[in-house]
T-cell receptor, first 111, second 114 residues
Framework: SQTIHQWPATLVQPVGSPLSLECTVE??????LYWYRQAAGRGLQLLFY??????ISSEVPQNLSASRPQDRQFILSSKKLLLSDSGFYLC??????????FGSGTRLTVV | AQKITQTQPGMFVQEKEAVTLDCTYD???????LFWYKQPSSGEMIFLIY??????QNATEGRYSLNFQKARKSANLVISASQLGDSAMYFCAIGGTSYGKLTFGQGTILTVHP
């Protein structure tokens, strides 16, 4: 069966510090991978998606970047965090059929 | 571009009663899918139900059913026999043919009273 792992679960980082969130998928190959962000009490906003190794598409301009160094690994990064980067980050995968499986999420607080 | 509108920021229902959560959508895709997710306070996104745009029958999954009215572009979620554990945020989402990306609504907070 397919599983998705996302870590860490919570993170408190100072403004200006770097960020690295990792997501890995098991039990599938060549999935579509996605990073979403959710502000408190709001809906999910798509940040990045990837259809293959090294292929990254950005949905909104921001202080963040994404990379896909391996087929089942998706990384969200920032060189210098801003206060506005605080939120709940969710990784998800899709096997190109309709439907997603979400990771458990990372609560990022930038202080 | 796709858009989901959930007009109910919050809903209250008595335990064991049914509740309908509203969702309207807009899309230029001919083929698309509509999804409902539940997000409890823990933050995880739990898939509830899916309706394809060409499905003639309304989708059902246990206590969940999707009232799909294509001409009106609505995809309301009906929860029958509400339980206290149903208290959560509920999101409607639409997925088109563009790399499977989903567009989410703003969500509805459902509170089930005993």
């Amino acid at each position: 069966s397919q599983t998705i792992h996302q870590w860490p679960a919570t993170l408190v980082q100072p403004v200006g510090s770097p960020l690295s969130l990792e997501c890995t998928v098991e039990g599938t190959s060549n999935p579509n991978l996605y990073w979403y962000r959710q502000a408190a009490g709001r809906g999910l906003q798509l940040l990045f998606y990837s259809v293959g190794i090294g292929q990254i598409s950005s949905e909104v301009p921001q202080n963040l970047s994404a990379s896909r160094p391996q087929d089942r690994q998706f990384i969200l990064s920032s060189k210098k965090l801003l206060l506005s980067d605080s939120g709940f980050y969710l990784c998800a995968w899709s096997d190109r059929a309709y439907g997603y499986t979400f990771g458990s999420g990372t609560r990022l607080t930038v202080v | 571009a796709q858009k989901i509108t959930q007009t109910q920021p919050g809903m209250f229902v008595q335990e064991k009663e049914a509740v309908t959560l509203d969702c309207t959508y807009d899309t230029s895709d001919q083929s698309y899918g509509l999804f409902w997710y539940k997000q409890p306070s823990s933050g995880e996104m739990i898939f509830l139900i899916y309706q394809g745009s060409y499905d003639e029958q309304n989708a059902t999954e246990g206590r969940y059913s999707l009232n799909f009215q294509k001409a009106r572009k609505s995809a309301n979620l009906v929860i029958s026999a509400s339980q206290l554990g149903d208290s959560a945020m509920y999101f409607c989402a639409i997925g088109g043919t563009s790399y499977g990306k989903l567009t989410f609504g703003q969500g509805t907070i459902l509170t089930v009273h005993p």
